[in-house]
């Protein structure tokens, strides 16, 4: 049983087309770390693997309302307390799990202060917090790490191993090493699309000259 | 999707929130209109039907490009759109939200305003009513415009040239309701209009607005 597959698949930043023949399956309990350097395209593969943006060509198959997407950008409102951030996306998914997302991502202390007074790495984790109250099997995260410190990297490790070991899957761009031990990673590079004269389907112009 | 109401109405009455912004600027508008036109009242009586209604558009538009601007910035909208809510909904409740903090209160001081432009003693019932039944479509229309512009950098000029000709209908008809309620004449035709467009509205353009964002997300 697969929980996500991607087949074959292009997509498009703007017009410009920037992965092409991307495939890959994900199974319960798998994670897949996403590599590749700054504007290959990862951003681009995970919202349309989470249903943002329509592919190019290709398919992405996930059971409906499967794909739990955490972006650059954590969705935190600052006038709420971190409480009523993350209760607002537990109502959302219609889950009760608030509780124990706050425990998890060591939150607990700050549930009533207002989130415009988190640090970065504080808000971010509150973001990631969210994705534990969707209840959803396969996380889609745009490069989750940015301005957690080590403790708390190791922490969210801990949450996706969790994750994992509950029958869920991981999609991951990250640039440094989660610990996950499972992890397979993917290389993004070999996708480029490619100038149409070798076949592929980049546009005349570069993206210099986008 | 009551949370997401529920949300949205808190998110309002916080600090930096919009509640009281249409509401003060539809005061002023009545306030100081007096102040310009002169104090008769023959004329006040005559120009307060319009200048209510344009004071309440006027009001409405003022806060619409927060609907879905300010989710969008810090990414909910993204995450509203890969959640089980429909985004027709997410329009829906935005729009509701909108008429809640920024329509409701302005039917409810209407009448103190009318005062204020001396208006005729049978209008007031029908500057409610009109108001209550035109603001609802004031709301929605906006909640499309800002669907439109939401990707875009200070996309308030651009929303506001979008929303105006489509706010028109309802103006005339909702100012048509009180000029000829404050005359004492039959309102049956503007008010059934104004109803119409009113429904016809909230009917389609929630739609409209999630294919909007469904675009603009892109």
């Known amino acids: 049983m ?75 409102k600052a006038v709420l307390t971190v409480d009523e951030n993350l209760g607002f996306w537990a109502g959302v998914f219609g889950q009760d799990r608030v509780a124990e997302a706050l425990d998890r991502m060591n939150l607990r202390a700050l549930a009533d202060r207002r989130a415009a007074n988190l640090s970065a790495g504080q808000k971010r984790r509150l973001g990631l917090a969210r994705l534990l109250v969707t209840g959803r099997p396969v996380w889609v995260m745009d490069e989750p790490t940015v301005s957690l410190d080590a403790a708390s990297v190791a922490l969210f490790a801990q949450a996706v191993a969790r994750h994992l070991a509950a029958g869920g899957a991981a999609l991951i761009a990250t640039h440094i090493d989660l610990g996950l031990a499972t992890a397979r990673m993917l290389d993004l590079t070999p996708f480029k699309a490619r100038p149409p004269e070798d076949g592929g389907r980049r546009g005349a112009f570069d993206e210099a000259f986008a | 999707m009551i949370g997401l109401l529920i949300r949205d109405l808190r998110l309002a009455v916080r600090a930096g929130g919009g509640f009281g912004l249409g509401l003060a600027f539809f005061l002023l508008v009545a306030v100081i209109v007096p102040l310009g036109v002169g104090p008769e009242a023959a004329t006040l009586a005559k120009i307060a039907p319009g200048i209510l209604w344009v004071g309440a558009l006027l009001s409405c538009l003022l806060s619409l490009d927060r ?106 008809f909702g100012a048509e309701v009180v000029k000829r309620g404050a005359a004492g004449l039959s309102v049956g035709t503007p008010l059934a209009l104004l109803a119409g467009i009113t429904a016809g509205s909230l009917a389609l353009l929630p739609f409209a607005a999630a294919a909007a964002i469904r675009v603009n997300l892109r």
């Not at chain 1, 992405?60 to 794909?67: D, G, I, K």
């Not at chain 2, 609907?67 to 809510?85: N, Q």
């Open chain 1, 2 to 76: 697969t929980l996500l597959s991607v087949k074959d698949l292009a997509v498009a930043r703007g017009d410009l087309p920037v992965l092409e023949g991307v495939g890959f399956a994900l199974a319960p309990g798998e994670a897949l770390v996403l590599r590749g350097p700054n504007g290959i395209g990862k951003t681009t593969l995970l919202r349309t693997v989470a249903g943002l943006q329509p592919p190019l060509a290709g398919q992405v198959v996930a059971a409906p309302e499967a794909v739990a997407y955490a972006a650059h950008a954590d969705g935190v």
């Open chain 2, 67 to 172: 609907i879905f601007a300010l989710d969008f910035e810090d990414g909910s909208l993204d995450l509203l759109a890969t959640s089980p809510i429909p985004l027709e909904g997410v329009a829906a409740v935005k729009a509701l939200a909108h008429w809640l903090v920024t329509g409701l209160p302005l039917v409810a001081v209407s009448p103190v305003l009318g005062l204020l432009l001396n208006l005729p003693g049978p209008g007031y019932l029908w500057l409610v009513l009109a108001l209550a039944l035109g603001t609802p479509a004031l709301s929605v229309i906006g909640a499309f415009g800002a669907a439109l512009t939401v990707g875009l950098k200070r996309g308030g000029l651009l929303m506001s040239l979008l929303v105006l000709p489509l706010y028109i209908p309802t103006l005339i």
